[in-house]
């Protein structure tokens, strides 16, 4: 069984060419409920590009012991949060899995070993952002655990392993925020960021239209500012995922770069 399933093979609407890569800066789960410079942000991106065949989503809210993939054919709209207006938890993304798309996900990861999940769904790192790219949730979509026992180097390597579903339709999708700390958050400042925080989003977006991957993934080396950026790895990684997919020929375009709350970047990009 493979993606011809799903009838993912190219059509007019759907190139033979690699689809799109993106890493979102989600921000907060507010967004889903919002029109803003963000959520614009993210329906010009789902509407700059192919309809995709499947999205694979990273997203920095599922974390496990082992790489995991969900495989249901109908995942669950998860509201892994809390202290938010009920009109949030209110909200539903029912987009249709995949067990074929999961299937050929895991074994695109070979030598790598991927379990098939029954039990996790869409978390708000994926709905939120796909409520606004694109909102007939009419697409599958299947969700990639972040393996908390891997290195960055580790979770680079395995990313590279997902490059053949580009060329089927599946549109990759890092979800996270390149500076997250979330105890240094300013809520009187929601349209700017700390000067350290500032800095640092500037040295990684360098890196990355640099193309330096080696230092991002060693990215806990680049100075104090970075690492108090990035004080856990959990939003970061994501972004190593779509970095890892990039091919020689290909640009990489930012969008939503700014920063808001002191210390969310809400830095995005789109490599193509």
Known sequence: ????????????????????????????????????????????????????????????????????????????????FSGFPDALYQVQYPAPGSPQVALETREQLLPFLAEPDHNWGLDHGCWSVLKHMFP????????????????????????????????????????GNIVHNLRTINWHNPAGGHEWALEANEKIKNLILGNDHRSLISYHTLGAEIQRSVPTPEHFLPLLYALALREEHESITLFNDHLVYGSISMTSIKIN
């Not at 789960?29 to 029109?35: G, K, T």
């Not at 680079?156 to 053949?164: E, F, M, V």
Request: charge should be neutral; include cysteine; proline fraction near 8%.
């Open 1 to 80: 069984m493979n993606l011809n399933d799903l009838n993912l093979q190219p059509t007019s609407a759907r190139p033979a060419t690699l689809m799109p890569v993106f890493f979102i800066g989600h921000g907060s789960p507010m967004n889903a409920l919002e029109s803003n410079e963000f959520t614009a942000g993210w329906q010009s991106a789902g509407a700059s590009i192919p309809t995709p065949g499947a999205i694979l989503c990273i997203s920095a809210h599922w974390e496990t012991r082992s790489t995991q993939v969900t495989a249901m054919p109908k995942p669950r709209t998860i509201h892994d």
């Open 136 to 175: 007939n949730a009419d697409i599958p979509v299947i969700q990639l655990s972040l393996d908390h026992t891997l290195s960055p180097e580790g979770h680079y390597n395995l990313a590279k392993q997902l490059a053949g579903l580009r060329r089927r339709g599946v549109l990759v999708m890092g979800s």
